[in-house]
């Protein structure tokens, strides 16, 4: 099915703010369905994000690991931060949350896939680049960021995938792509 086909999108009857947090907006939609009915759907909207697979010189990749309290552990990640608008650039976001994040620089960015994270309710859109060519920066997290950044083998993370020790889902995207693409 094409994506922007329009014969597949259901009328919008209504569109009701229900939350307006810091980071996402809560709605609840009133859509006319094909058989004449209609549903309510919950939607969360959010303004995009951007990640980065940071190649080191040796072929590794850094990766942050940080407490993520949603799900109430420690997580090993890629870097990755939402867009301070929607007007700012993914690849501008993906530069600065490598930075903010690694304390490392690229002028060697990529586009690698872009995913829909859980396309079921919300409309969050993740582009993740790979970044070579990597240079000192300055780390600069925000005030509730606690990171440890460490250098791993696409071998060591793909094995912490497959036991389970790395679940995110932009990351496990991320490498397995990067796996595909370069045939590491």
């Given at each position: 099915m094409e994506q922007n086909d329009s014969k597949n999108v259901f009328p919008l009857?209504?569109?009701?703010?229900?939350?307006?947090?810091?980071?996402?907006t809560v709605y609840q939609d009133l859509v006319e369905l094909p058989n004449g009915n209609t549903a309510k759907w919950?939607?969360?909207?959010?303004?995009?994000?951007?990640?980065?697979?940071?190649?080191?010189?040796?072929?590794r990749i850094l990766m942050v690991r940080q407490y993520r309290h949603a799900i109430?552990?420690?997580t090993l990640e890629i870097p990755a931060g939402g867009r301070n608008s929607r007007d700012e650039k993914m690849e501008d976001a993906a530069r600065?949350?490598?930075?903010e994040e690694t304390g490392y620089c690229s002028d060697d960015m990529e586009l690698l896939i872009s995913i829909h994270t859980v396309a079921a309710y919300s409309n969050e859109r993740i582009n993740i680049y790979t970044a070579r060519n990597l240079r000192k920066g300055c780390q600069n997290l925000d005030d509730d960021e606690f990171i440890d950044v460490k250098p791993y083998?696409?071998?060591e993370i793909s094995d912490m995938i497959f036991h389970q020790e790395i679940q995110d889902a932009k990351t496990i995207s991320a490498v397995m792509s990067y796996r595909l693409k370069y045939g590491k």
């Open positions: 009857v209504s569109h009701t703010l229900k939350y307006q947090g810091s980071i996402l919950d939607v969360i909207d959010h303004k995009g994000a951007a990640a980065v697979i940071p190649v080191m010189s040796d072929g109430g552990r420690y600065r949350e490598l930075e083998s696409v071998e």
